[in-house]
């Protein structure tokens, strides 16, 4: 018979074992595809990849990132060209039928783009993370800022709700998903809106620590409880 003292050692245990099991299998590039640690990027045209060949898509090249930390990633692209926030949120459930284990948030651009309602912006992002916090899903929540032609009172307004948004939820927030990238010809397409395979590269380079920081820790929370 096991006395009290040793079953807790043994539970203690057996809980790290399966704690560094989860993370060593995100760790492991030679691990089966079909084991690979699911990211669903759910966006807009900056993550479907407007205006760009196969393979220079933000999903894509953030996937070879991952893999280059040595993390055994498969990146879901859930970007849909012309979405809005509403659009988004109109067609989550389809897209989490990809069943994902984490997700980028990238929604936003377009409601800029076309002066809607920040508000509106506002409830269908919350509608979003409230529907992914829901089913357990990590989210890293990739900010956007107003076109500076709309004014300053639209800009506050608007660049706020994703601050907002990362504090009700607790989740990750990178500020700005063209950090680095908007304004800059170089890395842009003709349309001077979406970025190019160099643009998307900027993003990617940007924005991989923090993927890093979720996938790790996605992988960590979804270890099953262990009995004493």
């Known amino acids: 018979m096991t006395v009290p003292f040793l079953q807790g050692r043994l539970g203690r245990a057996l809980r790290l074992t399966a704690l560094l099991a989860a993370i060593l299998l995100v760790l492991s590039p030679g691990s089966p595809r ?6 669903m990027a759910f966006g807009d045209s900056l993550v479907h990849g407007y205006g760009l ?24 692209n859930a970007g849909n060209s012309g979405d809005t926030t509403a659009a988004g949120l109109a067609r989550l459930d389809w897209a989490l039928a990809d ?12 409601d800029g783009l ?18 992914l916090t829901a089913a357990g899903l990590p ?3 990739a900010g956007m800022f107003a076109p500076p032609n ?4 639209y800009g506050d307004i608007f660049n706020s709700v994703f601050p907002r948004l990362a504090e009700k939820y607790e989740a990750p927030l990178y500020p700005f998903f063209l950090e680095g990238v908007a304004l800059e010809p170089a890395l842009n397409q003709a349309d001077g809106i979406h ?3 160099a643009g998307v590269a900027e993003i990617v380079k940007r924005i991989t620590p923090q993927v890093v920081e979720l996938v790790k820790a996605a992988a960590a929370a979804q270890v099953p409880p262990q009995t004493n």
Do not use: K
């Open 34 to 39: 079909a084991e690979s640690f699911r990211l």
């Open 195 to 197: 970025p190019n395979a």
């Open 114 to 131: 076309r002066g809607l309602d920040p508000s509106a912006t506002y409830d269908n992002l919350d509608a979003i993370m409230a529907r």
């Open 150 to 153: 709309l004014g300053r009172e």
């Open 139 to 141: 989210v890293l929540l």
């Open 53 to 76: 060949e196969a393979g220079d898509t933000f999903p894509e090249q953030l996937e070879a990132a991952l893999r280059a930390e040595g993390l055994d990633v498969t990146v879901i």
């Open 99 to 110: 069943d994902p284990q984490a997700v980028i948030l990238e929604l936003g651009a377009n």
